[in-house]
């Protein structure tokens, strides 16, 4: 009995392990960056509709909804890979994109404002690209390293654009 017991564990672990599409192992590198970027897209959707809304500038304001209009599509694209592969996608911020999120919010509207979310842009931005460079020459999963592929192109033209609005507003007085 404790031998059956064993074997249906080891064969419930491999299965889930296995991802939803012809049954090829899921990457558990793969299925953290799949998780990581969902979150991420979703914190630069809200924070792009912020700077839509808030920001005094209107390179900020305009740069907020592009942010907008590419993490979205993005995003869905990223969900439908997710789903494809098993990989499970909170719909929720995870807890340091919350605090982003939160900080932000809080902040009243004013140069200040849109010099500290374009300086979190430029930081986030490079981080990004970092990451999804990675992922573009190391992902196991083809439609991952596909995804990371097309959208790297997009994280470096926001992170240009970020940069250059960033140069043109100078420093926040306050923040992080």
Do not use: W
């Amino acid at each position: 009995m404790k031998h059956f017991a064993l074997m249906t564990a080891v064969v419930v672990a491999y299965c889930g392990l296995a991802s939803t599409r012809g049954g090829e192992p899921k990457n558990s590198a793969d299925a953290t960056f799949v998780q990581e970027a969902a979150s991420g897209g979703m914190l630069e959707v809200k924070l792009g509709a912020l700077a839509a809304e808030r920001a005094e500038n209107g390179e900020v304001r305009d740069f907020g909804k592009r942010l907008v209009a590419d993490h979205t599509k993005a995003n869905m694209e990223l969900m439908d890979i997710a789903k494809k592969r098993g990989i499970s996608i909170s719909k929720e911020l995870d807890k340091t994109h919350q605090d982003h999120f939160e900080k932000f919010s809080k902040m009243k509207s004013g140069p200040d404002f849109d010099r500290a979310l374009v300086k979190h842009m430029v930081k986030d931005h490079e981080h990004d690209a970092m990451e999804f460079a990675k992922q573009e020459k190391n992902a196991k999963d083809a439609d991952v390293r596909a995804f990371a592929q097309k959208t790297l192109p997009v994280i470096q033209e926001h992170l240009r654009i970020a940069r250059s609005i960033s140069t043109k507003l100078g420093e926040p007085k306050s923040f992080e």
